[in-house]
């Protein structure tokens, strides 16, 4: 007899070992899947190339697979954003009633603005946010976008507010939920989710990075350029 359960037993813990849930994003660049598997996420591109992070590691790497490297960022997960883009803009959410269905679920609209600036359109889902458990990898990416927002305003500090904002909508998603199709002021689509499966298979080795890549570490090589803060500060000025 447990000679006929044990096998039946391995089986089914290997399948539930093998599932996951994916969100499948739209955006003009082309489609991202998103693998999510308890506090591991792989964002897949068209292009080929994968983000793998890690919420409870606090890790996250940008995987080349044609140019063979990988990108630790994960120490810019642990530092704070410096310079000027450090404050994010002020982005409003105006509720304006029910959306339309998306991927399955039911959503709501609303209008949003930056710094007093309308923006576009969003419609957000709370259920979609719980079904995926997206959350932590929200907060990952919002700190991303607080170090790329800060390089941003480094560079130019006339950055469009809505362009900003853009970057920024992960910070918001508690209140409003995953925002399920991002529309511009002029209507045009920013990103939409296509689907969300919740009993995915996981690609093979999908949060292992292949051996043989050469590694950067991006944090690191932040940290050795002196006075990073100084000179962000001094671009702005300029």
């Known amino acids: 007899m447990l000679r006929t359960i044990l096998p039946a037993v391995l089986f089914f813990h290997a399948c539930l070992a093998q599932a996951a849930t994916l969100i499948e994003v739209k955006t003009p660049e082309g489609q991202t899947k998103i693998f999510r598997d308890g506090a591991r996420s792989r964002m897949a591109n068209s292009d080929g190339s994968y983000v793998i992070m890690d919420s409870k590691a606090q890790t996250m790497f940008v995987v080349m ?5 990988v990108m630790d960022m994960s120490q810019m997960l642990k530092a704070p954003a410096s310079g000027p883009g450090k404050n994010p803009p002020a982005i409003q959410f105006k509720k304006q009633g029910s959306g339309q269905r998306i991927a399955g679920y039911k959503t709501v609209r609303y209008q949003y603005s930056a710094n007093g600036k309308t923006c576009g359109s969003v419609l957000a889902s709370k259920q979609a946010l719980k079904d995926t ?4 990898a929200f907060d990952l990416m919002e700190r991303m976008s607080s170090h790329a927002d800060a390089l941003m305003q480094a560079f130019n ?12 909508f992960s910070e918001h998603a508690q209140g409003i939920g995953i925002p399920m199709r991002i529309t511009s002021g002029g209507g045009k689509l920013v990103s939409e989710i296509l689907r ?6 996981l690609p093979p080795n999908a949060f292992t990075i292949p051996a043989g890549y050469q590694r950067q570490d991006v944090g690191g090589m932040m940290q050795q350029m002196p006075n990073m803060q100084d000179i962000m500060q001094q671009m702005q000025q300029r």
């Open 133 to 136: 458990g997206l959350q932590q």
């Open 65 to 69: 697979p044609k140019e063979r490297q």
């Open 157 to 168: 500090s006339n950055v469009d507010p809505c362009q900003r904002a853009d970057t920024h």
């Open 196 to 201: 969300i499966e919740k009993k995915a298979k």
